[in-house]
């Protein structure tokens, strides 16, 4: 894939990849998980030859939490690294139409965190959430978990230090291993069950077009609450007028499998034309 790599933050020196209709008017910024860094995904490659025909250039931004820094970080990090990236497009860009934004993983919490907080360009147009996962309800399942709470629980007045490697490894902090795994954190947002009050308390100011993409075998969703959670994100999540269920009927979480990629950015082209 070819394109323009460029620093969009000076202070920290982060970089970003734009691919696609470089310097467009029209952006559409993805946003990895927990581990990624670009091209990470293995629908990428697809997608940026779809956006270049809707005029859209792909631009994935690397965080400070990006591919395995993300245990001494915090998607407020994520934000602000967000928000830097959209002020550099507006202000070297000063024809830019529209903004979207999709997430994967931990991209999607990064995006609802984003927005929650009242973060809203006229620019933005929609956003996007392929595998909206509960890390505190597939946490729960691995028998490594427990342990890395105890020890969190007995050190909370230091919660900016760090685990010992032999609980987690890669470096995590007291506090984020505790936002990944405690209810209702800054990041658990996807959780099936949440009270209809803390959903409200997360999407109510939430109004842009949103789709929501389901991959009903993401290995990422325990087996036993496998279509509860199914249920959840279609019912409660993706329930507003403008927002759009897609399910992924034999899909993991990174939608491996070529024929779920190309009916997944079916639906993103159809998607996108349908809000311009």
Known sequence: MHGNLFIYNEKYKLVAFESGSLSSSRCFIFLGGLTD??????????????????????????????????????????????????????????????????????????????????????????????????????????????????????????????????LHDPPITIERCLSLNQINSIEDLFSSDLSDEQLSKIYQQIDVPSMWIWSREDEYVPDQIREEVESFVKDKLALKNNSKFVLLEKSDHAVTNEQEQIHMIENIVQFIRSIH
Not at 122 to 148: E, H, M, N, W
């Open 37 to 166: 860094g670009l091209l990470s995904l293995p629908y990428i490659s697809r997608l940026n030859q779809c956006l270049s025909r809707l005029s859209y250039s792909l631009i994935q931004p690397l965080f400070r939490s990006s591919n395995l820094q993300y245990g001494w970080h915090t998607i407020d990090h994520d934000i602000e690294d967000l928000q830097s990236m959209i002020d550099f497009l507006i202000k070297q860009r000063t024809n830019i139409e529209s903004i979207i934004l999709m997430g994967h993983s931990t991209g999607c919490q990064d995006i609802i965190h984003y927005l929650r907080q009242g973060n809203k360009h006229s620019f933005l147009r929609a956003i996007i959430l392929q595998g909206p996962v509960s890390d505190r309800q597939y946490l729960s399942t691995l028998s490594s978990t427990q342990k890395q709470l105890e020890y969190c629980e007995k050190n909370r007045e230091n919660v900016h230090e760090w685990l010992p490697r032999c």
